[in-house]
């Protein structure tokens, strides 16, 4: 079960390794562009400090582009497909999922077939749906899993010592305390997901009924929604709404750090299921530094950079790496439990996004029957 | 009239360099943001996106809200500029470096500040102890125009001010030892010199305001949006189709705001009689 | 006489006191940005922050890359002014001057760009550079910038030039001065406040471009594209690549508006 070494775990061990040494051979000295989100400043931290110089052991330099949206990275590959161009793009990896992956795929954006032939694929649970499909859309080995996020709340322990405990209690507190509560509005990123979660926890016509009632209780009648998690982060910070949300787990650590949240903020989940996906890197089928692309997304399975990235004083992301597939001493690493009140150990019950395909749907019928 | 060498050729060649520039460079942008809205990404040519522009929820709304947003910031802007612009016509340095001050601070920074400030919870909130009068995300677009007159009032104040130099001083005062009264100078002299510059600055700031999508995004409502930020959530959804439909809302917006400056050249000129 | 004088004071006191709100509303909210930039905290109900700290510039100038920002934004724009003066210069003189009988078509032209959406100009931009091979090049980057920078600089060098212009350097010809001298004695002198202002306009065009500098060059980040990410996710570090930012712009500004003092 355990087989770490030698042949291991994974179709066509023996010629793929071979292969393998011939895209390290062939990335050396390349320099791999990078498009992620650069928004956080404790990624960015991370791959600065960990990643790059890794990378650089096995002769890759690494040049991050910080977007302030994936949208804008697909956007240049789609600039890059309509200018005619098939070879030399500026992205050779995304930091990407969702409909953004979706769209590229129904594009024939990424280049394919390659995320399994990566040596550290091995430590991956293929089997496992999160990471077979990203948002229902098949992955078909067109990109690779890096991190993992649940969708958690936040609320200050001073001010909510008891915060509610599912969708029916939000709105029972929402009652008692007019003006306290909100959420982004869709098409952001995080109201969104937010969205969904109360349609996978309720169906779809009875979730927006519950909005729908939710509303008038709700931070400035419900009439002003955040636009973005940024945004109610400030309003969460300065006291105006008892209530933040996020689609990374570990954001109530990061607000922290970063002296945005009290030190009483804590993190919970609600009991109908926590909304959970998986993000990856996917590489454009015009790429021009693919070889060096792959080394990376095979240097971020590592397992010592998961655990890396899985402890709270780097960024406390939950790993994609299936303990069970790890060598002993790697998993003892990982397992380690993120002790910090600003990480939840647990994420409860986790719960499958929604198909591509439903969320601009559900964000359409949000703005018809909710924001108006 | 032309005394200068080279005549009409010589003209034409001193225009040169700079349309062609704007012709070549600027124009194959434009062509190419045509294209976009035009044809779809490995598909045939068609109105796809535009019809589905115009039947998105919540258009129609959009091109009132942008249309309202728009010349209430111009009209706000431009008098806000007069009368900047008259008030330290005769001061000195410290108060121009304070007028171009906010002409200094893009329009990010300067929404970033709005909400800083005038939120719920932001300094003004607090220094007050609360405000009487919802400013950013309100319905009306308060913010967004507030945002907008503090920019571009010091900006039309000093095309304005550039227009009126030391010539201008000395026309009005000949036209004062001639006798025209003060509203007679303001009329015929001070009046025709401003006017050029006032009106090609507001047709500029109109066509910014109505294209932009930065101070709609910070301090906008959500509802009703502004034709800019249809088109930025538009390539935030489906990113490869939504670019189709970004183009069209924005070439919308283009063509209004190049309609405006025709219309704006013509009177110019008819007034001119040049 | 004293009812005159009275009501005088009165104006002139709201007056000052209109014009001191007017300062305040100008100078307060860039200041209180150098004041968020140290701030490592600063939350609702403190109008002072709760702790200082260098946080921020930390960030910004580590994994922030702010340093590589500023000289890319600094040349860009020093090539992006002078290129669009010299465009810009004949093409002024011909329209200043009023030589043209259909100005309108020309002026149109030139303006265009002012008049389309900036977002729309960065989207188009890109295509049209990824053709022309000029995409994530140096080259790339300042010709967007002139893109937008052009209409800027001939609509500011409009005013610097008239009849009046044109007969003092006819009498310099007269007067036996060749070209270059003409330039110099009377023409520059003449136009110098126009073109300082024109200058200074079109530096900050240019210094405060964002989207079209993400658009074409990504990977050679300028200050803007450096700072919106932080905008609104870490308010700390943006306010600290915002007085970078600012600081610059501010110098240029009253250096420029000393130049013109010298002359008006």
Redesign the interface.
């Known amino acids: 079960m355990l087989a770490a070494c030698g042949s291991g775990s994974g179709s066509g061990a023996g010629p793929s390794r071979q292969t393998w040494t011939d895209v390290r051979a062939r990335a050396k000295g390349q320099t791999v562009r990078w498009w992620l989100y650069g928004g956080d400043a404790r990624v960015n931290a991370y791959v600065r400090r960990s990643v790059k110089p890794a990378l650089a052991r096995a002769g890759v330099t690494l040049e991050t582009v910080r977007v302030t949206d994936t949208a804008d990275a697909v956007s240049r590959v789609v600039a890059q497909r309509r200018a005619g161009k098939t070879s030399g793009g500026a992205v050779d990896l995304i930091w990407i999922n969702g409909e953004n992956f979706a769209a590229g795929k129904r594009a024939g954006l990424w280049l394919r077939d390659w995320a399994r032939t990566l040596p550290n694929a091995r430590y991956v649970d293929r089997g496992d749906p999160t990471i077979a499909r990203d948002f229902q859309v098949p992955v078909d080995g067109q990109e690779s899993p890096w991190s993992r996020a649940g969708f958690v709340f936040a609320a200050d322990e001073r001010r909510v010592p008891d915060p509610p405990e599912d969708l029916d209690a939000l709105l029972a507190y929402a009652r008692a305390h007019p003006g306290r509560v909100t959420y982004p509005a869709p098409p952001d990123f995080t109201g969104s997901a937010f969205v969904r979660q109360v349609v996978r926890a309720k169906g779809e016509d009875r979730a927006f009924a519950y909005l729908r009632a939710l509303k008038p209780y709700m931070y400035r009648r419900g009439r002003v929604l955040p636009k973005s998690e940024a945004e109610l982060n400030g309003l969460f910070a300065n006291g105006q709404v008892d209530l933040a949300m996020s689609y990374d787990a570990s954001f109530v650590l990061t607000a922290v750090r970063k002296g945005q949240f009290p030190g009483t903020a804590r993190p919970f989940v609600l009991a109908g299921g926590t909304l959970t996906n998986t993000s990856f890197v996917a590489i454009p089928a015009d790429a021009a530094h693919p070889a060096a692309a792959k080394v990376l997304a095979n240097l971020l399975l590592d397992p010592r950079q998961q655990a890396i990235k899985a402890d709270p004083d780097v960024l406390g992301n939950p790993t994609v790496l299936d303990p069970s597939r790890l060598p002993a001493d790697a998993r003892a690493r990982a397992v380690r439990a993120s002790r910090s009140p600003y990480l939840l150990a647990d994420l409860g019950r986790p719960v499958q996004e929604l198909a591509a395909a439903d969320v601009p749907r559900l964000e359409a019928r949000f703005k018809r029957e909710v924001l108006r | 009239m032309t005394s200068r060498p080279g005549g009409r050729r010589g003209d034409l060649a001193r225009l040169a360099p700079a349309s062609l520039t704007v012709l070549v460079l600027f124009g194959g942008a434009l062509a190419g943001a045509v294209r976009t809205s035009l044809v779809p990404l490995g598909g045939p040519p068609g109105l796809e996106a535009w019809r589905a522009l115009v039947h998105s929820p919540g258009f129609g709304e959009a091109v009132r809200f942008t249309a309202q947003v728009t010349v209430l910031s111009t009209l706000l802007a431009a008098g806000a500029g007069l009368a900047l612009a008259a008030a330290l016509r005769r001061r000195g340095v410290v108060a121009r470096s304070l007028l171009a001050l906010p002409v200094t601070v893009p329009h990010l920074l300067a929404a970033t500040l709005a909400v800083l400030w005038l939120a719920p919870g932001g300094v003004a909130d607090r220094l007050l102890g609360g405000l009487p009068v919802d400013i950013v995300r309100d319905r009306a677009g308060l913010g967004i125009v507030l945002v907008y007159v503090y920019k571009e009032a010091p900006f039309l104040a000093l095309l304005v001010l550039a227009g009126c130099g030391p010539a201008l001083a000395e026309r009005e005062e000949a036209a004062a030892v001639l006798g025209a009264t003060p509203w007679q100078r303001l009329r015929w002299v001070t009046w025709p010199a401003v006017r050029a510059p006032l009106l090609l600055g507001s047709v500029i700031v109109a066509a910014y305001a109505a294209g932009a999508f930065e101070v709609p995004l910070l301090v906008g409502p959500n509802f009703p949006a502004t034709l800019s930020t249809f088109a930025y959530e538009a390539t935030q959804g489906d990113v490869v189709t939504g670019q189709g439909q970004a183009a069209a809302a924005l070439l919308l917006v283009s063509g209004f705001s190049v309609a405006l400056a025709a219309i704006a050249v013509r009177f110019a000129r008819d007034v001119e009689g040049a | 006489m004293p009812l005159a004088t009275a009501r005088g004071r009165t104006a002139g006191l709201l007056l000052a006191l209109a014009g001191a709100l007017l ?1 305040a ?3 307060l ?2 200041a ?2 150098v004041v ?1 930039a140290f ?9 002072v922050p709760q ?1 200082f ?1 260098t ?1 921020g510039v930390q ?1 910004a100038f ?3 890359g702010a340093g590589a920002a500023l000289l890319t934004s600094l040349a860009v724009a020093t090539v992006t002014t002078g290129l669009a003066l ?3 210069w ?2 002024a ?3 200043g001057e ?3 009988r259909h ?2 078509p ?16 960065g ?6 550079w ?3 091979g000029l ?2 090049t140096a080259a790339g980057l300042v ?2 910038h ?2 937008l920078v ?2 800027y600089a ?3 060098l409009l ?1 610097g030039f008239g009849p ?1 212009l ?1 007969r003092l350097e ?1 009498m310099g010809r007269a007067a036996g001065l060749s070209g270059v001298q003409r330039l110099r004695w009377v023409t520059l002198p003449v136009v110098r ?2 073109l300082a ?1 024109a200058a200074l ?1 079109c530096a ?1 065009v240019s210094w ?1 471009q ?1 989207g079209t500098s ?2 074409v060059a ?2 050679r ?1 300028t200050l ?1 594209v ?13 306010a600290t690549l ?1 007085v970078l ?2 600081a610059p ?2 110098a ?3 250096v420029t ?2 130049a ?2 010298v002359t ?1």
């Open positions: 300062v509303v100008v100078v909210p860039p209180s940005l968020q701030a490592d905290v600063w939350r609702a109900p403190a109008l702790r700290g946080r960030l580590g994994s922030g010299v465009l810009a004949p093409a003189r011909v329209l009023r030589r043209l100005p309108g020309v002026a149109l032209l030139l303006a265009m760009p002012l008049l389309i959406p900036p977002y729309a100009v989207t188009g931009l890109t295509e049209w990824l053709r022309l995409a994530g010709l967007a002139l893109t052009l209409p001939v609509l500011l005013p009046g044109r006819e406040p126009t202002a306009l900050l405060s964002y993400l658009a990504p990977t980040p803007p450096l700072l919106l990410p932080f905008v609104g996710t870490d308010p700390q570090v943006a915002s930012f600012l712009a501010l240029a500004l009253v508006v000393r013109l003092r008006t």
